[in-house]
Every structure is written in structure tokens, then in C-alpha cells.
């Protein structure tokens, strides 16, 4: 499904759309949100958020909204409100504000049914595939002969018994990352792991192993798959409001640049 694109709209647009934020601190009167500490994170670079920070880390931020607050009311109250800059900047942030409102006014006018989502999803279900996947652990030793010493143990193994002991073989000889967890690695597809692992791991069945050492660059595994699930299509619902959303998108994408494009027909423009 093609993605749909917000051309030309600003964040702010969104952010407007946003409840109401939880009250962090108080400075003088001012409520420090948590909207506005995350801001500040955003402009710093920062890839989280205000709640995922360690205590301390949220407390330093925090801090440093505190101080901001302080140094823009010093700001106010030594006048520069009334010098040139300050209001020719105001203006500019003005038309800006009016702008986004008005945008956020355009957006919230639009409606997308639930038939138009179906429809859709039905002109590209191709995009909401997911892919067949298998959960795995393995064992990863230097060489042959450790792998197969490791397979005739597990051949050995009730199978009741075979996860259970799978993990032990794993936390116990494997050389991998995932030893300390048994060996796992969790679901992934096929294109996730060189192919070699890939076609051994997907040739077998929930609660099979490998009964072959699997070689690859990284050295000899024993593989345990432990479950499987088939590629299948994602159902409408779990994909419906996704889908509503970009069509709102795009709607809006569209909308704005037809009354850009009757604007600028009326408007009289010239290049210096």
C-alpha cells in the first residue's frame, strides 16, 4: 500500500491535537508539563521519552525547563518585550499560530468511513502480509563433533522433556550470545538469519530439532524450533484505524494543496 504523506504540514498541527498534559513542576505560577520537557528532549536530539528516562536523568531535564522558565520571565521583566526585534519576531510567530490552528481546523473536518478503509485494504492487501515466522533456539559450538555429540543427547530425550533440556545443552556448551537464555532467539523470518540457518530452521516443525549439524560462518548449531506460524494476512480490523489515519492524511495533503493551488491563481506574485 503507498504511504500517505503530510505535505507541508507542521508538526505543531499535530501537536495541537494532543490532550492535555500532565503537570511536572511549578515555577512561580507557570505549570511545567510534561509536553514541554519533552519538547526541550526533542530539541537536544534525544530518541525517547520524558517516561523512559532513569529518575535522576528526568530530574536533570526537569531542572533544566525550570531554569529556562526562569531566565524567559528575567527576559520579560527587563523589557524586551517592547523592542523592535521581539515584535517584528511576534508578528511572524503570529501568522505561524494562525496558520497551524486554521490547518488542525482543516484536518479535524475530515472523515474517513470504514468502507473507504475496507476498500483500501482490499486494493492492497499485498502490504498487510506477514510473512511466515518460526521461533528458535540453537546451540552454537566450534565444531562438528561437539554438535553432534550435543544432537545423540538430545536423540535421547523424551520429548516432554526436550525444551527443557534443549536450555540446559545451550546454557551449558553454546558459544553464542543467546546461551545465557537458553539458546533463544526468539521469533524471526526467514530473511532474518543467513540462509543456511533460515532453510534448517523452517524445514522443521514445532518441537523439532536439527538432526544434522547446521554450519555456518559462525561456527556449528543444533536448532530447536519451538513454534511456528504460517504467513497469513493481517486482519482489517487490526489494521483499520492505521489505514483511516493515512487516508485522513492524505485527504488533508490533498485538500490544502487545491486551496494552495486557488490561492496562488488569485495571488499576485513576483520574484525578486
Do not use: C
Not at 524445514?203 to 513454534?227: N, R, W
Request: aromatic share 6%; proline share 3%.
Amino acid at each position: 500500500m503507498k504511504k500517505f504523506l503530510i505535505a507541508g504540514m507542521s508538526a505543531a498541527v499535530l501537536a495541537l491535537s494532543l490532550p492535555a498534559a500532565e503537570t511536572l513542576a511549578t515555577v512561580n505560577g507557570h505549570k511545567i508539563t510534561k509536553e514541554e520537557v519533552q519538547s526541550v528532549l526533542n530539541s537536544m536530539g534525544a530518541r525517547t521519552t520524558y517516561d523512559a528516562l532513569p529518575d535522576d536523568v528526568k530530574k536533570r531535564v526537569l531542572d533544566q525547563v525550570i531554569e529556562q522558565e526562569l531566565l524567559q520571565e528575567k527576559a520579560i521583566k527587563s523589557g524586551i518585550t517592547r523592542s523592535k526585534e521581539y515584535k517584528e519576531a511576534l508578528e511572524k510567530l503570529k501568522k505561524k499560530l494562525a496558520l497551524d490552528i486554521w490547518m488542525k481546523k482543516e484536518l479535524d473536518a475530515i472523515k474517513v468511513s470504514d468502507a473507504e478503509a475496507k476498500k483500501a485494504y482490499e486494493e492492497h492487501k499485498n502490504a498487510f502480509q506477514r510473512p511466515e515466522m518460526v521461533h528458535a533456539r540453537h546451540i552454537l559450538v566450534k565444531t562438528e563433533a561437539e554438535a553432534k555429540k550435543i544432537i545423540d543427547e538430545l536423540k535421547k530425550t523424551p520429548k516432554s522433556e526436550l525444551k527443557a533440556k534443549f536450555i540446559e545443552l545451550a546454557k551449558r556448551y553454546s558459544t553464542g550470545p543467546s546461551a545465557v537464555k537458553g539458546g533463544d532467539l526468539g521469533m524471526f523470518g526467514r530473511k532474518q538469519m543467513v540462509k543456511p540457518f533460515s532453510d534448517a530452521a523452517f524445514s522443521l516443525e514445532a518441537g523439532e530439532f536439527t538432526k544434522k549439524p547446521v554450519k555456518t560462518q559462525f561456527g556449528y548449531h543444533v536448532i530447536f524450533v519451538e513454534e511456528k506460524k504460517p504467513a497469513q494476512t493481517i486482519p482489517f480490523e487490526d489494521v483499520k484505524d492505521r489505514i483511516k489515519q493515512d487516508l485522513k492524511m492524505e485527504k488533508f495533503k490533498e485538500k490544502i494543496k487545491k486551496i494552495a493551488d486557488q490561492l496562488r491563481s488569485k495571488a499576485k506574485v513576483t520574484y525578486q
